[in-house]
C-alpha cells in the first residue's frame, strides 16, 4: 500500500458545451453513465494498492458530476472510500431537493457551484444555463440540507463585463455567504469557439486584468475572506474550521494523487500519468479489467522543485527553502526582495501582497 492521501474522479457528463471549455466532456449520453461508473469503479480498485488506508480528500469534478444519472452517481458515491473533505462539484440548475439528499447521505461535506457571473448578458456570452436566481435557489437548497461547506466559482475578464460588473457580481455573491469563492480569470484556449468568437474583444480587456485581480482581492478581504491562493479565498470562522479547498491544497503543496476517470492526471511516486480522454476506449479497457491508455512522464528532480516553487508561491504561507537546492536565483532573489516583491529568511521565502499581485511573473524571475 502507498500513502496517497488525495483522489480525484472526473466526471464528463454535461448537458451541453460551454465555448470556452477545454475540459475533457461529453454531452448527454445518459445511457452511458452507468458504464462509465463501472469503469471508475474498476479503475478504483485496480489502483487501491496506491492509496493510503486513510484519505484526506476526494474530489469530484467534471464536467457536471451532478449531470450524471443518479443511480449512477449514488452508486459511484456509496463505493468511494470516507475521506475527510469529500467535494463534488454542481451546476446551479442541477442542484434539486432530491439530489442534495444524496449527496448528503453519502458523506459528501462539501459543494463547489459553478456560478461564474449573475449577469444574465454575460452568462449569455459564457453559454451558461444557470441564472442569479438558479444559484439563489442552490444555496438555500444546500444550506436546508445541511451543507455548511459551500464554494461559488465566479470568473472575470468576460467580454462586456465592465468593473462595475465585476463588483456587483462580488457583492451578490458574498451576498449568499459562502464558505469559500474561487475567482478565475477567463482563460479563453485557443481553439475553442469562445475564442474565435470573442478574440478581439478579449485582446482588448488584456489590459484591464490586473485592476479587475486587485478589484476581487480588495472587495473580498474587506469583507473578512481570507486571501490564501492566487484565486482563492476562504471564510475564517470563529469556531477555528479551516475552511481552504484542501483537495486543491495538496496540489498546490505538491502533494501525490490518483486520478480516476477519462482525461485524469495522477502524480504518484516522481510518477505522472493521464488517462485517455476517449470515453469509449476508457470504458472498453477496463471492462475487459486493463488499465486504460495512459500518457506516461518521469519526473526529475528538478521538475519536482520548479513546480514545487511555482505552485508554493501562489499560496499566502511561506514555503520551505529546505530541500529547493539551486532552484532559486540568488540575484534575482536579492533583487526582487529589494524591489519589495519577495521576502525571505533563512529558512524560507513567499510573495509579498505587492508580489502576489504580479504572480507567475515573479515567481518566473525566482526560477533559475
Not at 475553442?192 to 478589484?215: C, I, K, N, S, V
Not at 486504460?292 to 511561506?318: Q, S, W
Request: glycine share 8%.
Amino acid at each position: 500500500m502507498s500513502d496517497v492521501r488525495h483522489l480525484y474522479v472526473h466526471l464528463p457528463f454535461c448537458s451541453h458545451r460551454c465555448g470556452y471549455c477545454d475540459f475533457v466532456t461529453v454531452v448527454g449520453r445518459q445511457g452511458e453513465h452507468d458504464a462509465y461508473v463501472d469503469a471508475l469503479l474498476s479503475e478504483l480498485e485496480l489502483e487501491a494498492v496506491l492509496l493510503d488506508a486513510e484519505l484526506d480528500t476526494i474530489f469530484l469534478g467534471g464536467g457536471t458530476p451532478t449531470f450524471t444519472e443518479p443511480g449512477a452517481l449514488e452508486r459511484l458515491l456509496g463505493a468511494l472510500p470516507d475521506a475527510r473533505e469529500v467535494t463534488v462539484e454542481a451546476n446551479p440548475e442541477t442542484v434539486t431537493p432530491e439530489l442534495a439528499a444524496l449527496l448528503s447521505r453519502n458523506r459528501v461535506n462539501r459543494v463547489s457551484l459553478g456560478a461564474q457571473t449573475f449577469n444574465t448578458e454575460l452568462l449569455d456570452v459564457l453559454e451558461r444555463r444557470a441564472s442569479g436566481e438558479d444559484v439563489k435557489r442552490a444555496v438555500y437548497v444546500l444550506r436546508s440540507a445541511g451543507f455548511d461547506n459551500i464554494n461559488l466559482d465566479l470568473v472575470y475578464g468576460i467580454p462586456g463585463q465592465s468593473t462595475a460588473d465585476l463588483e456587483r457580481d462580488l457583492a451578490t455573491a458574498l451576498s449568499f455567504e459562502p464558505e469559500h469563492l474561487s475567482c478565475y480569470e477567463l482563460e479563453a484556449k485557443p481553439g475553442t469557439r469562445f475564442t474565435h468568437a470573442h478574440g478581439p474583444e478579449l485582446e482588448r480587456q488584456a489590459d484591464a486584468m490586473e485592476d479587475y485581480f486587485e478589484r476581487v482581492v480588495e472587495q473580498l478581504s474587506a469583507a473578512g475572506y481570507r486571501w490564501y491562493e492566487t484565486a482563492n479565498f476562504c471564510r475564517t470562522p470563529s469556531d477555528g474550521r479551516d475552511l481552504r479547498a484542501h483537495h486543491n491544497l495538496a496540489y498546490w503543496e505538491g502533494r501525490d494523487y490518483l486520478g480516476l476517470g477519462i482525461g485524469a492526471v495522477s502524480t504518484v511516486g516522481g510518477r505522472r500519468w493521464r488517462n485517455t480522454p476517449r470515453l469509449p476506449a476508457y470504458v472498453a479497457a477496463l471492462r475487459d479489467e486493463d488499465a486504460p491508455i495512459r500518457e506516461l512522464e518521469t519526473i526529475d528532480e528538478g521538475t519536482r522543485v520548479r513546480e514545487h516553487v511555482m505552485l508554493g508561491l501562489r499560496l499566502d504561507e511561506p514555503l520551505p527553502l529546505a530541500g529547493l537546492g539551486d532552484a532559486l536565483d540568488d540575484a534575482a532573489l536579492q533583487r526582487l526582495t529589494g524591489l519589495g516583491l519577495v521576502r525571505h529568511d533563512e529558512h524560507t521565502i513567499a510573495l509579498t501582497r505587492r508580489g502576489r499581485f504580479l504572480g507567475g511573473g515573479v515567481t518566473a524571475d525566482l526560477l533559475t
